[in-house]
């Protein structure tokens, strides 16, 4: 056997030729010549280098946030000799394509649509895969339309009764709700006030005058944010003002042709 440092070929002592490495650049049409006194005789050989399939940034999962009724595409870009076959699964079931399958296209999304998609390269030297982790999102928006929610809401409550003050929202993923009154949110320092439900409902029990003001519910999650805002005014029921107890209070007498004023002075909202 013949050796030739600057190749990795080996030409045997039998005529054979062995390539240790072989390289995309050994391919190519090969031909053996053998003869003798009683004649030549040629043999070819085409050498074909198949190239294992590789999936260009398909080292790591891609994760894929994708929004509610939008579309999104998933690239599977595949190198690899011969051309690799590409399918595509999820969760280990297979989907179906059509003409290109270097593409997964997903219309309207939904959340059905959560979970791991793969696309799966393969030819005759191997075969490698791309994994695509999807989560559906959704912007935080009110769940209870019959209600006619509008952002700004005006609520009146009798004084000493109970206010109940709702933030139907929902999102993907679940947003956070906050309750602010005036400005600065509600701390829950007052015992008489309750927030029930994760955040959905905010209880005011005997609800005071001071207990009047503006209300801001906020969902938010890491697609947007959205608020409710609640005007309270406190009404409270008539009654006689102090100025009036003394002439209540006692029996009154006054002579024939006297000057009377019976004060009736009362205070109430509205």
Known sequence: MNYNQDTNMYLHSNGSLEIRKVEITHQDQYHC????????????IQLNVNIPPWII??????????????????????????????????NDEQLETYDDNTHYILTNIKQADEGIYRCIATNKAGRTQRLFNISVYMSPYFEHQTENISRLQIKSVILNHTLILLCPAI?????????????????LKKKHMLIKQNGKKLIINKIKSEDEGRYICQATNTIGTIDIIYDVNVMMPPRFTKENNGMFANKQSYKNGEYLRLPCSVEGKP
């Open 57 to 90: 940034g398909g080292e790591e999962e891609t994760m894929v946030q994708a929004l509610l009724n939008k579309s999104i595409t998933l690239v599977c870009p595949t190198t690899g000799t011969p051309k690799p076959t590409i399918q595509w699964f999820k």
């Open 171 to 187: 999102g993907l993923p679940k947003p956070k709700l906050f309750w602010f009154y005036n400005g600065n949110e509600i701390q």
């Open 33 to 44: 010549i053998a003869a003798n006194p009683a004649g030549t005789t040629t043999h070819y």
